[in-house]
Nanobody, 120 residues
Framework: QVQLVQSGGGLVQSGGSLRLSCTAS????????MAWYRQAPGKERERVAR????????NYADSVKGRFTISRDNAKITVYLQMSSLKPEDTAVYYC?????????????WGQGTQVTVSS
């Protein structure tokens, strides 16, 4: 089992910056990837950024490339999403996600979600 606790987010003006954090606990050694997703009202949840562990391979959604940065600490316990040049269309609830593997089985865990609101 993995528990994810998010922090950060809030209200910011267009062009501003915010940083989200996600701290994992529990069976963290089984985590092989962590990601940030977001879901805006009336829209499907979309993946924003993903980082593999321990390889550190990173992928971004086209909509955030060049503006968002995902990173992790060396202990693999916390993942960050630095969001810059924010736009009103970035407004959404942001979720941290972790994928784990144990033997032949894979599991998925979610953080509690945090609201990011970008005003124009």
């Amino acid at each position: 089992q993995v528990q994810l606790v998010q922090s950060g987010g809030g209200l910011v003006q267009s062009g501003g910056s915010l940083r989200l954090s996600c701290t994992a606990s529990g069976s963290v050694s089984t985590i092989y990837a962590m990601a940030w997703y977001r879901q805006a009202p009336g829209k499907e949840r979309e993946r924003v950024a993903r980082i593999t562990i321990p390889g550190g391979n990173i992928n971004y959604a086209d909509s955030v490339k060049g503006r968002f940065t995902i990173s992790r600490d060396n202990a693999k316990i916390t993942v960050y999403l630095q969001m810059s040049s924010l736009k009103p269309e970035d407004t959404a609830v942001y979720y941290c996600n972790a994928r784990t593997v144990r033997g032949l089985s894979q599991y998925e865990y979610w953080g509690q979600g945090t609201q990011v609101t970008v005003s124009s």
